[in-house]
Nanobody, 111 residues
């Protein structure tokens, strides 16, 4: 069973920053896209950002200018750097690689 592991979540004050990590149990060089999604309480899961094999990135409008996505193929890891966090960014954040999802990690933005 493929187990993707997210880390780096937690509680942060508005305006703060967090960096999420997502480690895939295998070589990610050939994976076309590493994706980040989030799901807030009572809402559907939504796309946040992704990074393609060649390094091209896409970021949702709601987080553009605040979140950036990167990948380190040597570590089989993708990162979601989140800055200027807002209370509405509170959600469980999920990583996806191909058909595999991580279990999710909680990010709470609150004073």
């Amino acid at each position: 069973q493929v187990q993707i592991v997210e880390s780096g979540g937690g509680l942060v004050q508005p305006g703060g920053s967090l960096r999420l990590s997502c480690t895939f149990p295998g070589n990610i060089v050939g994976i076309w896209s590493m994706d980040w999604y989030r799901q807030a309480p009572g809402k559907q899961r939504e796309f946040v950002a992704n990074i393609a094999r060649g390094g091209d990135t896409n970021v949702a409008d709601s987080v553009k200018g605040r979140f950036t996505v990167s990948r380190d193929n040597a570590r089989n890891t993708t990162y979601l750097q989140m800055s200027m966090l807002k209370p509405e960014d509170t959600a469980v954040y999920y990583c996806r690689a191909m058909a595999y999802w991580g279990r999710g990690i909680q990010v709470t933005v609150s004073s």
